[in-house]
């Protein structure tokens, strides 16, 4: 009897599917082993990027978000998103952990279905370990991390409207793949690579590249280049400041992409003693030592292609793509983050998807062959195992972004040279009274980065709270040593002369503050108080004038004018 070609078609697209009970696995194996990260509250940078941000609590918001240059980053899609969550949670963070999870579960249900669609094998399995990889973590349990997310999401559906076009030839489905790719970008372009990895698809489908697919790339690399430079942009002056986070010439940097790349494949296939911020290499590009790794990483990918007709295809493709998606965050392109590490588990969020397919597939591929004798049940034991195991992993590393204080905690545990850990750690510290252990730990971040300015502004802050203003003025001292035009340096070395009873010194301080840039209010009430006190009434008036003008229900403002005595006239100056 011949076979039902129509029955047969439809078997097959079917496999390509997802069963409810699949869905229901991958949705509750995606929440269960982040669970801890749902009662945790903000950390490293949340306050800064979601609740500081004044254009996320505007009413006219989405219009700055989307027309200026307001944000840290030009990322309209995420900071509108942002904006929607904070009309509904404001400061309440398990609102914000309950979309990551819904959207990580959504990317895991998606990426099975897109593995199916590219019959890889075990893509049920391998969509599972994504799921719960312990890397994941970083951008999961991470609030602000949620760009990371969300480009992802479009990234997939990129990828699955460009597979149906591919299959019908329907040009509608290609611009459906370009509009995803545009909102993936705009997210946050960790997906600018796709161009390539399209490519490297139809390769994978046909066996090789066509003029025809590289005129199809030509409008997904026009939006690659674009937001890209606006992220070189917004990097480079918006959170560098015109300074480069590296110095480092070009062999340097191809030194160090090669390390990252060994560094993000081991952290893949065994994610232990994962850290917030790892150490920064230092790589001296006149030993040859330093590009071994570079050497092996070429020789590894040329045995690969010299049998890219048989076994050789599957690695390569898998290998490739991990490799071209990591390829933005591998150091040639300036970004603030290199200031404290040149690596970070949150940029492996998209480009472990190729490690997992590959290791997953042989593994599948190899528990199917006959001659191991393994048993379909034998082979499902030994992977729900791996999950469970690298479930128990994230469980355990999504606890310590419970808060501010045990992330730190870890990270300076593990990384004892990274400033920026000492630094937080000494916020958070100071945050809960605990100066003694905030003072301990801004000098531990000054041992390897003496001059960094707010840590110094910190530091003398925590001695101020403790009532020692001379180590304060010490330290705020050495801030305008290091930047005379530090705004903040002056107005707390202000109030330290204020504390001390030498007002003259504390108002030139006050004034030269306001000088360079806006002070809060309370810096400006403490400033009509010096005044009032010098008998310099008209001033002082004219201070909390302008303080009710920034907070016109500013009682203490209120209270300090009615209190002033009035201006007598002053009589002429001999000449």
Not at 51 to 79: F, N
Request: glycine residues 6%.
């Amino acid at each position: 009897m011949q076979p039902n070609v129509e029955t047969t078609a439809v078997s097959d697209a079917r496999r390509n599917y997802l069963r409810p009970h699949e869905i229901f696995v991958l949705v509750l194996t995606s929440i269960l082993f982040f669970w801890p990260a749902l009662h945790a509250g903000f950390v490293f940078d949340d306050w800064i990027l979601l609740l500081e941000q004044p254009m996320i609590h505007a009413t006219d918001g989405l219009r700055r978000i989307w027309c200026t240059a307001e944000g840290p980053d030009y990322y309209p899609v995420t900071w509108t998103v942002c904006w929607l969550q904070y009309r509904f949670w404001g400061a309440w963070p398990m609102g914000y952990h309950l979309v990551n999870f819904a959207l990580h579960a959504l990317n895991v249900v998606v990426l099975a279905y897109a593995l199916k669609r590219l019959e890889i094998p075990g893509a049920f399995f391998a969509a599972l370990v994504f799921a719960v990889h312990p890397v994941n973590v970083a951008t999961v349990a991470w609030i602000s991390e949620q760009k990371n997310i969300l480009a992802m999401l479009f990234f997939l559906l990129t990828g699955l409207a460009y597979l149906r076009f591919e299959h019908k030839g329907r040009w509608r489905w290609y611009a459906v793949s370009l509009g995803c790719f545009l909102v993936s970008l705009l997210a946050k372009p960790a997906a600018a690579m796709w161009p390539i990895l399209l490519l490297g698809l139809a390769w994978w489908i046909r066996g090789k590249v066509t003029l025809r697919d590289v005129w199809r790339s030509i409008p997904f690399l026009s939006l690659s280049i674009i937001t890209g430079m606006l992220a070189i942009w917004f990097q480079g002056v918006r959170v560098l400041g015109g300074q480069p986070a590296r110095t480092d010439g070009f062999f340097s940097r191809l030194a160090c992409a090669s390390w990252a790349v060994w560094f993000y494949l081991y952290k893949a296939l065994l994610p232990m003693r994962l850290c917030v911020i790892y150490p920064r290499w230092e790589i001296d590009p006149f030993n040859p030592v330093v590009y071994l790794p570079l050497a092996l990483l070429v020789m590894i990918v040329a045995y690969f292609w010299h049998y890219r007709r048989t076994w050789g295809r599957q690695v390569l493709a898998g290998a490739g793509y991990f490799v071209v998606m990591l390829f933005p965050v591998l150091g040639f392109f300036d970004q603030g983050f290199y200031r404290y590490s040149f690596v970070a588990d949150q940029w492996q969020y998209l480009p472990i998807i190729g490690v997992i397919a590959l290791v997953v597939g042989g593994a599948t591929h190899l528990l199917a062959t006959e001659r191991l004798g393994f048993s379909r049940k034998t082979a499902w034991i030994a992977g729900a195992i791996v999950v469970v195991f690298l479930g128990i992993l994230s469980w355990n590393q999504t606890r310590l972004y419970v808060d501010d204080e045990t992330l730190w905690r870890d990270t300076v545990a593990k990384n004892p040279t990274a400033w920026l850990a000492q630094y937080n750690l000494g916020i958070a510290l100071a945050n809960r009274g605990q100066l003694d252990g905030a003072i301990a730990a801004y000098n531990e971040a000054l041992r390897y980065k003496p001059d960094d300015i707010e840590t110094l502004n910190n530091l003398g802050g925590a001695y101020g709270m403790k009532g020692d203003l001379d180590r304060a003025r010490v330290q705020f001292m050495k801030v305008l040593a290091l930047n005379p035009g530090n705004s903040s340096g002056h107005a707390n070395l202000g109030m330290v002369w204020f504390n001390q009873g030498h007002l003259a010194q504390a108002v030139d301080q006050f004034q030269t503050a306001l000088r360079i840039e806006p002070q809060p209010i309370p810096i400006r009430l403490t400033l009509g108080i010096a005044l009032g006190r010098m008998n310099r009434i008209a001033e002082s008036k004219a201070v909390f004038e302008d303080v009710l003008r920034l907070d016109p229900s500013n009682q203490f403002a209120t209270l300090a004018l009615s209190q002033l005595p009035r201006q007598t006239a002053v009589p002429p100056r001999s000449k």
